[in-house]
């Protein structure tokens, strides 16, 4: 685990984690240590060079995962260059794109402490088909059809400058106090 980069998730069907999947198998072909983990695993920071979080914006919120993560880790990850995405619209639809920034961006502002070096939003995955109680109650739910708006090559590049940004940002100091 010494001087590797984290890629810890949140998911709620696996559309997530199939995108940090993708990412830690982006930054090992080039040739980075990876860990891949659900973010409520993760039970140290300790040896960690940078850290990428993930998590899907449902029902207008940022998976609670993913703000337990930065609750629990809070210490750590304020010393640590932390990388941020979500994925949330479910249509290639600029506004939706837009709304989902603002959600992120809300559920970020609670947490004054965390420099993000990088954040972003990816298109999200929907499948009617996947929900459980209570969302198989909600009728609006049935009628919308599935759909999967993930952009693997956008989530390819953007993973790929990762590196640049976090290893080489201002605020890594190496030393990451347990938390």
Do not use: C
């Amino acid at each position: 685990m010494s001087g590797s980069i984290l890629v810890a998730y949140a998911t709620r069907y696996g559309s997530t984690q199939e995108v940090a999947e993708t990412m830690a198998a982006t930054l090992r072909e080039r040739g980075f240590e990876v860990d891949l983990q659900p973010a409520q695993d993760v039970k140290t920071l300790a040896g960690y060079q940078a850290i990428i979080l993930g998590a899907p914006i449902f029902m207008s919120r940022w998976h609670k995962d993913a703000r337990h993560f930065l609750t629990r880790h809070s210490i750590a990850l304020a010393t640590l260059p932390v990388a941020i995405f979500a994925l949330g619209p479910t249509h290639a639809d600029e506004k939706e794109f837009q709304e989902a920034r603002q959600q992120l961006d809300t559920e970020l502002a609670q947490f004054s402490w965390l420099t993000a070096y990088a954040v972003e939003i990816f298109g999200g995955k929907f499948d009617p088909a996947k929900f459980n109680i209570p969302y198989t109650l909600l009728p609006v739910l049935k009628n919308i059809p599935a759909s999967d708006v993930r952009d693997w090559d956008a989530i390819r590049a953007w993973t790929s400058k990762l590196p640049a940004k976090l290893l080489w940002a201002p605020a890594y100091t190496g030393e990451v106090p347990s938390d």
